[in-house]
């Protein structure tokens, strides 16, 4: 079972840039694939952005050219790096593998002027 902790949301004017983690204590290039997710109320999860074990990369067409996936093994960390952030944003965000059905709190991105 995949245990993950994200943190590194918050409240943001749009244009603006958040960095958002995941942690986990077990090893996160271990994981794989490994992505990012994000919900609204009222919705579905959906898909934001994927990372294999070989790092390549997928994004959701909304976020391509703004967000970027990563890892850092040094740190055991996963990051989203979200750039030129747009109301539509505005989500609850998880980390989780696409084959794991336990989900972690999340946490709370809002982009509002």
């Known amino acids: 079972q995949v245990q993950l902790v994200e943190s590194g949301g918050g409240l943001v004017q749009p244009g603006g840039s958040l960095r958002l983690s995941c942690t986990t204590s077990q090893n996160i290039l271990a994981i794989n694939p490994l992505g990012w997710y994000r919900q609204v109320p009222g919705k579905g999860r959906d898909l934001v952005a994927q990372?294999?074990?070989?790092?390549?990369?997928i994004y959701a067409d909304s976020v391509k050219g703004r967000f970027t996936i990563s890892r850092s093994g040094a740190k055991n960390t996963l990051y989203l790096q979200m750039n030129s952030l747009k109301t539509e944003d505005t989500a609850d965000y998880y980390c989780n593998a696409p084959w794991s059905q336990h989900w972690g709190q999340g946490t709370q991105v809002t982009v509002s002027s």
């Open positions: 990372i294999t074990a070989s790092g390549q990369t």
